[in-house]
């Protein structure tokens, strides 16, 4: 039964490119969240996914931008990349309306570098 | 606004007793939760508490008081491997979904 798996591991890009982040979710998982985590900070919500729709946002620009296929899978989309968004990109994965404590799953996270 | 504050980073030798803080001020409240995460790895669920009171598991017990909006984690019989950072997160609404609330993570350094 594979976990949270989550692609690339690790980038490098340039000031003002684009970049895009996958996610597939622990199998039986219908949703789909994503956080920012900054060297030395905690995660901060980005954006969560459902039923191909986004039911949640944090407080992140119109850069960041996310889309949900039909198998459950994610992807995060950054524009006009900052030097700011060099962060660990985590892919959490969960059943929606199951509140249980332990069922929420991270990835291993992608490592994005802005020079 | 949103708040979760713990403190930086802590440390602890072996066989010692630690306990790990965090004050929350959330819109809502719908549980408080625990990870632990070793550096480059994902967070991993270690506890969790949405009645006031202790929850034992193990070497790991977390204890909420919703009215003081505080939470501790109380890790026994330090091990070198529990040095990771610990995160206190909030889940601050009870709809299917809800993204939690994280605060910057207490490192903790176990030393021999």
């Not at chain 1, 900054?38 to 919500?45: D, I, T, V």
């Not at chain 2, 819109?27 to 508490?49: C, D, K, R, V």
Request: aromatic letters at 12%.
């Amino acid at each position: 039964d594979a976990g949270v798996t989550q692609s690339p591991t690790h980038l490098i890009k340039t000031r003002g490119q684009q970049v895009t982040l996958r996610c597939s979710p622990k199998s039986g998982h219908d949703t789909v969240s994503w956080y920012q985590q900054a060297l030395g900070q905690g995660p901060q919500f980005i954006f969560q996914y459902y039923e191909e729709e986004e039911r949640q946002r944090g407080n992140f620009p119109d850069r960041f931008s996310g889309h949900q296929f039909p198998n459950y899978s994610s992807e995060l989309n950054v524009n006009a990349l900052l030097l700011g968004d060099s962060a660990l990109y985590l892919c959490a994965s969960s059943l929606w309306g199951d509140s249980r404590p332990n069922t929420i799953y991270f990835g291993e996270g992608s490592w994005l570098t802005v020079v | 606004g949103q708040n979760i504050d713990q403190p930086t980073e802590m440390t602890a030798t072996e066989g010692a007793i630690v306990q790990i803080n965090c004050t929350y001020q959330t819109s809502g409240f719908n549980g408080l939760f625990w990870y632990q995460q070793h550096a480059g790895e994902a967070p991993t669920f270690l506890s969790y508490n949405v009645l006031d009171g202790l929850e034992e598991k193990g070497r790991f017990s977390s204890f909420l008081s919703r009215s003081k909006g505080y939470s501790y984690l109380l890790l026994k019989e330090l091990q070198m491997k529990d040095s990771a950072s610990y995160l206190c997160a909030v889940r601050d609404d009870n709809q299917a979904g809800t993204a939690l609330i994280f605060g910057k993570g207490t490192t903790l350094s176990v030393s021999s």
